[in-house]
């Protein structure tokens, strides 16, 4: 098959004529190449929707039992971050189907603006109940052996994830495919963030490090949902 020609992107994925700056994304050629690394970022973003769902169940019902706010703002974050891994399915399965490009790009930015707003919502809810909590208004976080063990495996698969989500936004010039990959990366730090608060709490009985873990998710909660809400695509990281 004799390949379509290159158009060449800016680093968030939008057609232009020339090149990018230095950490922009590098041309590709349409083609066979180019429908494989498509469906590879198909099963990347249904591996993100299926655990996505698992992990948000398992920190809601075991946030809610412990009374553990970094927990289920935890759990929040992993049902915001499913919304992406359902807008970047329909983005591909679009293209592979031979979708409009710009309806497809309107979409997009709707969808990220969404997620955005979520995001930000989410930073605000978590904020107040972390305060609430360490002002002595709410009941102390108890220990969760279910939460732990979740946010252990996060910590160990959403940075492989991450990794890999990015090596196929810079192949395929994908600001959405980019954009997921941030969001999947955030969630490893809400993952290690979380772990540590519950195994404080856990080891030491310490109750306070949990809404202090919460605290800590805030300003990565809010940055994330920044960016969405103002259409960024997290193009000020490199794939390391």
Known sequence: ?????????????????????????????????????LRAALGLAVATIVWNLIEAGVALVAGAAAD???????????LIETT????????????????????????????????GGLLLLLAVVVLVEALRHLLGYGEAARQSPAGLVLTAVSVAVMPLLGRAK??????????????????????????????????????????????LAALVLVP???????????GECGCHGGEE
């Open 1 to 37: 098959m004799k390949p379509e020609a290159a158009i060449v992107t800016d680093c968030c994925g939008s057609s232009a004529p020339g090149s990018c700056s230095d950490d922009a994304v590098t041309p590709i050629e349409t083609g066979r190449d180019h429908h494989r690394m």
């Open 68 to 78: 553990s706010v970094a927990l289920l703002g935890f759990g929040l974050d992993s």
């Open 84 to 115: 992406s891994g359902v807008v970047v399915a329909w983005r591909v399965l679009t293209e592979l189907r031979g979708g409009d490009p710009d309806r497809i790009e309107r979409t997009e930015r709707s969808a990220a603006r969404i997620a």
């Open 166 to 211: 990015l090596r196929l936004a810079r192949d395929l010039n994908s600001r959405t495919l980019r954009a997921d990959a941030f969001e999947t990366i955030t969630c490893a730090w809400l993952s290690l963030t979380t772990l540590g608060g519950l195994a404080l709490n856990a080891a030491f009985g310490w109750g306070w490090a949990d809404p």
């Open 220 to 230: 990565l909660i809010f940055r994330e949902g920044l960016e969405g809400w103002r």
